[in-house]
């Protein structure tokens, strides 16, 4: 998946500048595979979601947990 923008030139023209490819991360049909294949993207999120944190001049958000809440 690619993300970017599309401008239109006259009726049959397009040009497409693309700023960034996002990862594939299809998921298998088989339940056990799914699970591993969920689990294992775990690191790659994590280095996405501080990528693009920066890039956005955001700090990282904090999962909290049911306990955490009072």
């Known amino acids: 998946m690619l993300l970017g923008t ?3 030139h006259g009726d049959d023209r397009l040009t497409v500048a693309i700023d960034r490819a996002l990862p594939d991360w299809s998921l298998p049909e088989d339940r056990r595979l799914r699970t591993r294949s969920f ?3 775990g690191r790659q999120l994590r280095r996405r979601l501080r990528t693009e ?3 956005r ?3 990282v958000p ?3 947990r049911q306990a955490d809440h009072p």
């Open 6 to 8: 599309a401008t239109a």
């Open 39 to 41: 689990l294992g993207h």
């Open 53 to 55: 944190a920066a890039r």
């Open 57 to 59: 001049a955001q700090r």
């Open 62 to 64: 904090q999962v909290r």
